[in-house]
């Protein structure tokens, strides 16, 4: 049997180079900027995670076909059905639509007109367990700085963590290293802010802590973003309260939060580029 | 030269599905390590020293490009390129069941290495046994799967390279 230690001298040369990667990430772990050679290696490769992570999203609709084949008969039938129902509910839901999308627009228009929003597409995803990141197509070029809000239509996804010239990266909300100080929109009461973080047991899943014990909350409740701390706009949907639990001591409460974005599945977001007056885009 | 070339390639056609085709597929956040099957099937079949540049070059460059940090992933693969490399020696390499096997632990030992490192110098509030069970085992049960895959191509790969470069040097000698 070989002996695998036996040429020292490359063991010491591993040993140091460990000793060498240790002070590396010691020193990078909690920078602030990315090194000009990683950009360059964003700004070479971004084009390229474009492409592929196109033929990503036709490679899945293209299984997601045929996964959902043989259930396509079945529910065709089923869809015939209900289409003669709803025919004859759909004038009533028309009119109710354009009552809904007036009161819609309205209360966008309250809650979000000073929003200076950039559209941009999700070009890549770290597939670590680890990290909550993503990569989008729009960099300091286009106007994006870090800590910028990051959002959906559908609510809020993250916050910008780095910027490249033509990228940049997306911590989520599911990301260990991101807290958001948050409400409870039914009660909207100022004096019950949490903090919403990611919850590791349930990596699809949301955690809101610091609750009073005498917190009026109850599943089903929606979370937004308190507006405190700065970065995040407040108003921003989060997610839906689906449990809720106290500490073991009775002290806190925390609740267990369904974020209302399934984050391995965007493919296009909001930067929210300030708060004030919009820019004039010709983006 | 040409089989560095080839090798460099893959890695970064790797970094590009990794990030993007194979994020639509993964099961409950878990996806194979394809940078760490092509270190394991590397080191394994150049042995110890070039197997571990070769995995601190990968981890150097997949830090660069979705790390948070450098030196994470490089530390973590270069580890493993060393250690596959020393036991490259110890079995036969036309066969599929030691490197099916190294794989496994492989895998489970770099994740072991990241999970450290990431709980000393960012923070991590995940109790190991469970990150074992959710992240861990399946990783390192995708990796034995694609190692059947890519091992074969990268021996045949080697292997015709290096006859053809002994081809080569027995035709300049004889003339």
Not at chain 1, 193 to 218: F, S, W
Request: proline letters at 5%.
């Amino acid at each position: 049997m070989a002996k695998p230690f036996q040429g020292r001298k490359g063991l010491f040369i591993f040993l140091a180079a460990v000793l060498a990667l240790l002070l590396l990430i010691y020193f990078t772990s909690l920078r602030e900027n990315r090194t000009p050679l990683e950009d360059a290696m964003l700004a070479i490769f971004s084009p390229a995670q474009k492409v592929f992570s196109s033929a990503g999203r036709k490679i899945q609709s293209f299984f997601d076909a045929i996964v959902s084949f043989q259930e396509l008969k079945q529910e065709n039938e089923r869809l015939r059905r209900e289409l003669a129902f709803l025919e004859g509910q759909l004038l009533e839901l028309q009119e109710l639509q354009k009552e809904n999308y007036r009161y819609r627009q309205l209360l966008e228009f309250q809650e979000n007109s000073s929003l200076d929003l950039l559209p941009a597409q999700v070009i890549g995803r770290d597939p670590s367990q680890w990290f909550g990141m993503i990569t989008i197509s729009r960099g300091y070029r286009d106007g994006i700085r870090k800590e910028m809000p990051v959002i959906t239509d559908r609510g809020l996804v993250g916050m910008v963590y780095s910027v490249s010239p033509n990228s940049s990266q997306v911590i989520l909300l599911t990301d260990p290293r991101l807290a958001v100080s948050a409400l409870i929109q039914r009660s909207r009461d100022p004096g019950i802010v949490g903090i919403v973080e990611n919850y590791p047991k349930e990596p699809a899943l949301l955690r809101m802590t610091n609750l009073p014990p005498d917190c009026n909350v109850q599943p089903g409740d929606t979370v937004i973003s308190s507006g405190l701390g700065g970065v995040f706009p407040k108003g921003l949907p989060i997610g839906t309260v689906k449990e809720v639990g106290e500490d073991q001591y009775g002290l806190v409460k925390y609740v267990v939060v369904e974020p209302r974005i399934n984050f391995n599945r965007l493919e296009e977001v909001l930067v929210v580029r300030g708060s004030g007056g919009k820019r004039s885009s010709g983006e | 030269m040409l089989f560095y070339l080839v090798i460099t390639l893959c890695f970064i056609l790797s970094m590009l599905v990794e990030s993007s085709v194979l994020s639509f597929f993964m099961l409950d956040r878990a996806i194979p390590d394809l940078f760490l099957v092509l270190v394991v099937s590397l080191g394994f079949l150049l042995g110890e020293k070039r197997g571990a540049v070769i995995g601190l070059l990968a981890g150097l460059f997949q830090d660069a490009m979705l790390g948070p940090g450098l030196g994470y992933f490089a530390l973590a693969k270069m580890a493993i390129g060393y250690g596959v490399g020393l036991l490259g020696r110890e079995f036969y390499q036309d066969q599929l069941l030691a490197p099916t096997l190294i794989v496994f632990v492989g895998t489970l030992t770099h994740e072991f290495i990241l999970y450290f490192l990431i709980s000393q110098f960012i923070g991590l509030g995940v109790p190991v046994e469970w990150s074992l069970s959710r992240f861990f085992i399946p990783k390192a049960l995708y990796n034995m799967g694609l190692i059947l895959l890519i091992y074969p191509a990268v021996f045949n790969f080697y292997y015709r390279n290096r006859f053809t470069n002994l081809k080569a040097a027995l035709r300049e000698r004889r003339f």
